[in-house]
């Protein structure tokens, strides 16, 4: 059974080797998702701290989703502070561990994460992804649009310049 559940900062602090643990596998699997070596567990551990700040300031959200009492998924809703932006969040680390993919986790977090992002008035949702990943496909399902994408955005971990897809999603 998957557990889904939304962390504040000092749970996200108390489960923080197993979110870095759900973020090297899917580095270790190949995302693209900001880190190229799966053996920086430190740089990971400090990305997760980072975010954790921003969960305890009130400018983040983190959803995450436990099988047997375990996290194996995480998405984080980053609300926007700028005045002129108040009615927009960027979802990111939509992240699931490889040995739990293919459950619908993934599916389900980002409908709590824009269901959870509506309920709090934004009706704009943005996020970025790798250029012909399978997340795309997942995306579109949902009713995300492309923005358009940018050519040799972020360094693979096979060391190959990708590009990435800005899409976005006007909640109603």
Same mark, same amino acid.
């Given at each position: 059974m998957i557990e889904y559940a939304t962390l504040s900062?000092?749970?996200?602090?108390? %489960?923080?080797?197993?979110?870095? %643990?759900?973020?090297?596998?899917?580095?270790?699997?190949?995302?693209?998702?900001?880190?190229?070596?799966?053996?920086?567990?430190?740089?990971?551990?400090?990305?997760?701290?980072?975010?954790?700040?921003?969960i305890t300031g009130g400018d983040s959200e983190l959803l995450v989703a436990r099988q047997q009492g375990r996290i194996v998924a995480t998405v984080i809703i980053n609300r926007s502070v700028m005045p002129n932006g108040r009615h927009r969040a960027e979802i990111s680390k939509l992240l699931v561990h490889p040995q739990a993919r293919r459950q619908g986790i993934a599916r389900e977090l980002m409908q709590r994460a824009e269901q959870r992002a509506h309920e709090q008035g934004k009706t704009l949702l943005v996020l970025d992804?790798?250029?012909?990943?399978?997340?795309?496909?997942?995306?579109?399902?949902?009713?995300?649009?492309?923005?358009?994408?940018?050519?040799?955005?972020?360094?693979?971990?096979?060391?190959?310049?990708?590009?990435?897809?800005v899409m976005y999603k006007v909640l109603t």
């Amino acid at each position: 059974m998957i557990e889904y559940a939304t962390l504040s900062a000092t749970q996200a602090q108390q %489960h923080l080797g197993e979110l870095t %643990h759900v973020l090297q596998g899917c580095v270790a699997d190949g995302a693209s998702i900001g880190f190229i070596d799966a053996e920086d567990i430190e740089v990971m551990t400090l990305f997760w701290q980072q975010w954790i700040a921003s969960i305890t300031g009130g400018d983040s959200e983190l959803l995450v989703a436990r099988q047997q009492g375990r996290i194996v998924a995480t998405v984080i809703i980053n609300r926007s502070v700028m005045p002129n932006g108040r009615h927009r969040a960027e979802i990111s680390k939509l992240l699931v561990h490889p040995q739990a993919r293919r459950q619908g986790i993934a599916r389900e977090l980002m409908q709590r994460a824009e269901q959870r992002a509506h309920e709090q008035g934004k009706t704009l949702l943005v996020l970025d992804t790798r250029s012909g990943d399978v997340a795309s496909d997942l995306y579109l399902s949902l009713g995300w649009q492309v923005a358009g994408s940018i050519p040799f955005y972020a360094e693979s971990t096979a060391g190959v310049l990708d590009a990435t897809t800005v899409m976005y999603k006007v909640l109603t």
